[in-house]
Nanobody, 113 residues
C-alpha cells in the first residue's frame, strides 16, 4: 500500500504546477485523498481534499487558486496549482486512509518572488 507523489519544482511567482499522486496496493476509487504541505519551521497543514464521491474542500489560502481532482482509472489524484505565491513554498504530501494512514513521500514546491 503506497502513494507516490510527483510534480514539484521551482517556479516563479504567478506560475503554475500540477502535482500527481499515484496510489497502489488498495482500491483507490473508494478512498478520500488529501494534499498537505509543510513549509520550513511550520506544521503540516491540509491544502485540499477530494472524497471518493468527488466532493472537494480547500484551505482558505488556496481557495480559487488550487484545484484538486482525481482519475480513478489511473489511480491518480492531482493538485493543479495556479497563481503560485512564495508562501506556497513547501513540501507537498498526499495522503489517504487505506486501512491505515498512507502518506506519499513528498514533493518540493519552491516559488521564487
Amino acid at each position: 500500500v503506497q502513494l507516490q507523489a510527483s510534480g514539484g519544482g521551482l517556479v516563479q511567482a504567478g506560475g503554475s504546477l500540477r502535482l500527481s499522486c499515484v496510489g497502489s496496493g488498495f482500491i483507490f476509487s473508494t478512498t478520500d485523498v488529501g494534499w498537505y504541505r509543510q513549509a520550513p519551521g511550520k506544521q503540516r497543514e491540509l491544502v485540499a481534499r477530494i472524497t471518493s464521491g468527488l466532493r472537494t474542500d480547500y484551505a482558505d489560502p488556496v481557495q480559487g487558486r488550487f484545484t484538486i481532482s482525481r482519475d480513478n482509472a489511473k489511480n491518480t489524484a492531482y493538485l493543479q496549482m495556479n497563481r503560485l505565491q512564495p508562501e506556497d513554498t513547501a513540501v507537498y504530501y498526499c495522503n489517504t486512509w487505506a486501512g491505515t494512514w498512507v502518506w506519499g513521500q513528498g514533493t518540493l514546491v519552491t516559488v521564487s518572488s
